[in-house]
């Protein structure tokens, strides 16, 4: 009996592709923490999987079951009582473009915790309508912000190049919106800052709730041959696209004089109050004026996550063609981690809306990084790892999926 083909994995994905037992994530995820140079050889961390096969972020919402959050809530009283200031200065920091996420964390730590955060936004690269209102909404809601619009045209060449050397339309975007808070924290004086949830509930690696400046993650300013933005270095960058070292600077990590200079711990909310994002929904409609897109995101069956970038959507579509995981598995998963529907609802919501085209504001997207719509569909074709994906009757079609009906399945 002749030996199956074993068909190329991009990416490091592993050759098999396997399924959650309890949600429907693939084993395909990559973590976010390597997911900036995701060639198609590099090497890469994915979603790991016990011996019941179930994943990283189910066993962590298993955790979650178990944590005493009136303990938890009180190790945050002391966090908060300690970096606390009563001359009327900032005394925390949240990032955020005013979605539900950041807006519920700014508000419960200014309005039941008695904090005073400065808000920092690093704002979409293409606004769409109802996000910046809900931005403004947030502000006007009791908040001091700082929004930092970075060189406009840089921003539209590494979007471009990010799409064209890695089919990763935010991977710069998410570098600098990493890297920005910390360093407007650093340069107000502010200690403490706080994201929302802890990537492990995603999967990613397992994290330690506070991380210091000084952690060695922010010290690769200093090695700038070994950074890459959108698929391309640093030299080449300034040498093939006339792109000066100063109009990169905002997407850079601190400086290591900064980090010995700092004292900024970065925390997770999420760690200390259980974080439900339904629940975080509704917080956040009922006293910041947040509002739902006016209508279903494309490519999954809600309207109120990751609504404020015209090209959210069009991310979700490039990880289903690398990854075979599309918006829709991403909030099913989730959902189902929090009892809001079952496995075979989640199934049934990722076959009917994973891999949908995002075609309501691609026009808008092409135009911006001047990309005409056929090129972007070849590279998708270039980007398709051979192990997820083939053709039948000349379409393409994913090996396998979580419902089973794959072309290999």
């Given at each position: 009996?002749?030996?199956?083909?074993?068909?190329?994995?991009?990416?490091?994905?592993?050759?098999?592709?396997?399924?959650?037992?309890?949600?429907?994530?693939?084993?395909?995820?990559p973590?976010?923490a390597?997911?900036?140079?995701?060639?198609?050889?590099?090497?890469k961390?994915?979603?790991?999987?016990?011996?019941?096969?179930?994943c990283d972020?189910?066993?962590?919402a298993?955790?979650?079951?178990?944590?005493?959050?009136?303990?938890?809530?009180?190790?945050?009283?002391?966090?908060?009582?300690?970096?606390?200031?009563?001359?009327?200065?900032?005394?925390?920091?949240?990032?955020?473009?005013?979605?539900k996420?950041?807006?519920y964390?700014?508000?419960v730590?200014?309005?039941?915790?008695?904090?005073n955060?400065?808000?920092v936004?690093?704002?979409?690269?293409?606004?769409?309508?109802?996000?910046?209102?809900?931005?403004?909404?947030?502000l006007?809601?009791?908040?001091?912000?700082?929004?930092?619009?970075?060189?406009?045209?840089?921003?539209k060449?590494?979007?471009?190049?990010?799409?064209?050397n890695?089919?990763?339309?935010?991977?710069?975007?998410?570098?600098?919106?990493?890297?920005?808070?910390p360093?407007?924290?650093?340069?107000?004086?502010?200690?403490l800052?706080?994201?929302g949830?802890?990537?492990?509930?995603?999967?990613?690696?397992?994290?330690?709730?506070a991380?210091?400046?000084?952690?060695k993650?922010?010290?690769?300013?200093?090695?700038?041959?070994?950074?890459?933005?959108?698929g391309?270095?640093?030299?080449?960058?300034?040498?093939?696209?006339n792109?000066?070292?100063?109009d990169?600077?905002?997407?850079?990590?601190?400086?290591?004089?900064?980090?010995?200079?700092?004292?900024?711990?970065?925390?997770?909310?999420?760690?200390?109050?259980?974080?439900?994002?339904?629940?975080?929904?509704?917080?956040?409609?009922e006293?910041?004026?947040?509002?739902?897109?006016?209508?279903r995101?494309?490519?999954?069956y809600?309207?109120y996550?990751g609504?404020?970038?015209?090209?959210?959507?069009?991310?979700?579509?490039?990880?289903?063609?690398?990854?075979?995981?599309?918006?829709?598995?991403?909030?099913?998963s989730?959902?189902?981690?929090?009892k809001?529907?079952t496995?075979?609802?989640?199934?049934a919501?990722?076959?009917?809306?994973d891999?949908?085209?995002?075609?309501r504001?691609?026009?808008?997207?092409?135009?911006?990084?001047?990309?005409?719509?056929?090129?972007?569909?070849?590279?998708?074709?270039?980007?398709?790892?051979?192990?997820?994906?083939g053709?039948?009757?000349?379409?393409?079609?994913?090996?396998?999926?979580?419902?089973?009906?794959?072309?290999?399945?």
């Amino acid at each position: 009996m002749s030996k199956q083909k074993v068909l190329e994995a991009y990416y490091g994905l592993p050759n098999e592709v396997k399924y959650c037992t309890k949600c429907v994530m693939s084993n395909q995820r990559p973590t976010s923490a390597v997911e900036f140079k995701h060639t198609k050889n590099s090497k890469k961390t994915t979603m790991q999987f016990d011996e019941n096969g179930v994943c990283d972020a189910c066993r962590t919402a298993e955790i979650k079951e178990g944590i005493d959050w009136v303990m938890r809530e009180e190790e945050l009283v002391k966090l908060l009582d300690r970096y606390r200031k009563n001359d009327g200065s900032y005394d925390c920091l949240v990032p955020g473009s005013g979605g539900k996420d950041s807006a519920y964390q700014a508000h419960v730590l200014k309005y039941k915790y008695g904090m005073n955060p400065l808000t920092v936004t690093w704002p979409p690269i293409l606004y769409t309508d109802y996000g910046l209102k809900n931005w403004k909404n947030w502000l006007d809601s009791g908040f001091d912000n700082i929004s930092f619009y970075r060189n406009g045209k840089v921003m539209k060449l590494l979007t471009k190049l990010s799409i064209e050397n890695l089919l990763h339309p935010f991977q710069t975007f998410i570098l600098g919106q990493k890297n920005l808070a910390p360093k407007i924290a650093a340069k107000y004086g502010i200690n403490l800052v706080f994201y929302g949830e802890n990537e492990a509930e995603y999967g990613n690696p397992l994290a330690d709730n506070a991380t210091s400046l000084r952690d060695k993650s922010y010290y690769s300013f200093e090695n700038l041959d070994e950074i890459y933005l959108g698929g391309v270095t640093v030299k080449d960058l300034m040498e093939k696209y006339n792109v000066r070292l100063s109009d990169l600077m905002s997407f850079f990590p601190p400086k290591v004089e900064e980090l010995k200079k700092s004292n900024v711990e970065v925390h997770y909310l999420g760690y200390y109050l259980k974080w439900t994002p339904q629940e975080v929904y509704y917080y956040a409609v009922e006293n910041t004026g947040f509002k739902a897109r006016p209508h279903r995101t494309q490519g999954t069956y809600s309207k109120y996550s990751g609504i404020d970038d015209k090209i959210d959507d069009l991310h979700f579509y490039t990880t289903f063609i690398k990854f075979g995981i599309g918006r829709a598995t991403y909030d099913a998963s989730q959902e189902i981690r929090n009892k809001h529907i079952t496995r075979e609802e989640g199934v049934a919501l990722v076959n009917r809306f994973d891999g949908e085209f995002p075609d309501r504001y691609f026009d808008d997207i092409m135009k911006y990084i001047d990309m005409k719509p056929e090129d972007f569909h070849n590279l998708c074709d270039k980007f398709r790892s051979p192990h997820l994906w083939g053709k039948k009757n000349g379409e393409w079609k994913l090996r396998h999926n979580v419902k089973g009906t794959g072309l290999d399945d």
